[in-house]
């Protein structure tokens, strides 16, 4: 089995995800914190700011899945320099130095989340529009990725997700749903299909009236097993019951593009 390396591997997605990658990977799992391990894991506690640390975590892995970063709509631009550009640029580096051979990274739907939620049937060819210091900071670990994909790798696939709760809260949530075995799937054709080189695909399940058509995801494969409408939360919202203020409910980003960005300055 190749070695997978996982950051953020204690957070909510990262240890959702974990059953299924065991399934097809060794884990090296990469947090702040320390991780209580199953069998075919091990893990390294440390800063993936610091240089030295980020070069030992990499070597000897066949791949990386990034799911790190700081996020939310109150994130301060400053916040977000060391875990989401820094720590993005040096993991690149070192799995080019270490000849990775994939690249998977997690981006957001919030890289265009400024866009009002009418403005196109499909938002997926559209140009970056980020709705928070966040979401400009995945639109720079997009080009990153791609600047070394296309500069002798490693290769890399950007999944930009949606929303993965484990039932969807409302209906903006509902049109950028994925569930943890779709994202899982995503993730295994980045890290195995032979076509990826420089990809980037969205991470959504099925689901009524989607922002995202994800046609290439579809091209290299992707069949979602799971439709948003099947996990609606008991306390889920239609839009007119979402605060049309703060909610964000009439853009792509929601509550991201709803907050003042001069605000978290």
């Known amino acids: 089995m190749k070695t997978l390396l996982v950051t953020g591997a204690a957070g909510l997605v990262g240890t959702a995800l974990r059953p299924l990658l065991r399934e097809h990977y060794r884990l090296r799992l990469v947090d702040l914190q320390a991780i209580a391990l199953q069998e075919g894991e091990e893990t390294m506690a440390g800063d993936l700011c610091d240089s030295a640390f980020v070069q030992k975590a990499v070597a000897g892995v066949d791949a990386v899945l990034h799911l790190a970063?700081?996020?939310?709509?109150?994130?301060?631009?400053?916040?977000?320099?060391?875990?989401?550009?820094?720590?993005?640029?040096?993991?690149?580096?070192?799995?080019?130095?270490?000849?990775?051979?994939?690249?998977?990274?997690?981006?957001?739907?919030?890289?265009?989340?400024?866009?009002?939620?009418?403005?196109?049937?499909?938002?997926?060819?559209?140009?970056?529009?980020?709705?928070?210091?966040?979401?400009?900071?995945?639109?720079?670990g997009e080009a990153a990725c791609a600047s070394y994909a296309l500069r002798g790798g490693p290769a890399a696939l950007v999944i930009r997700i949606?929303?993965?709760?484990?039932?969807?809260?409302?209906?903006?949530?509902?049109?950028?749903?994925?569930?943890?075995?779709?994202?899982?799937?995503?993730?295994?054709?980045?890290?195995?299909h032979p076509e990826v080189v420089n990809e980037i695909v969205y991470g959504v399940s099925e689901s009524p009236r989607p922002f995202f058509a994800n046609l290439r995801a579809r091209e290299l494969g992707y069949?979602?097993?799971?439709?948003?409408?099947?996990?609606?939360?008991?306390?889920?919202?239609?839009?007119?019951?979402?605060?049309?203020?703060?909610?964000?409910?009439?853009?792509?980003?929601?509550?991201?593009?709803?907050?003042?960005?001069?605000?978290?300055?």
């Open 162 to 192: 949606g929303n993965a709760d484990a039932q969807v809260g409302d209906a903006r949530r509902l049109r950028i749903w994925v569930s943890i075995r779709d994202l899982a799937q995503l993730i295994r054709i980045g890290l195995e």
């Open 69 to 140: 970063c700081v996020h939310g709509p109150a994130a301060r631009f400053e916040s977000t320099l060391g875990p989401n550009y820094q720590a993005t640029l040096q993991l690149l580096e070192a799995s080019h130095r270490h000849g990775v051979q994939r690249f998977v990274f997690a981006s957001s739907h919030h890289v265009l989340g400024q866009y009002p939620a009418d403005a196109a049937e499909f938002f997926d060819s559209l140009p970056p529009a980020p709705d928070s210091y966040y979401g400009m900071s995945k639109v720079f």
């Open 223 to 265: 069949r979602p097993q799971d439709n948003a409408a099947d996990f609606l939360a008991s306390g889920y919202l239609d839009h007119d019951a979402m605060d049309p203020k703060t909610s964000g409910r009439d853009h792509v980003g929601g509550a991201y593009a709803a907050a003042s960005l001069a605000s978290v300055l």
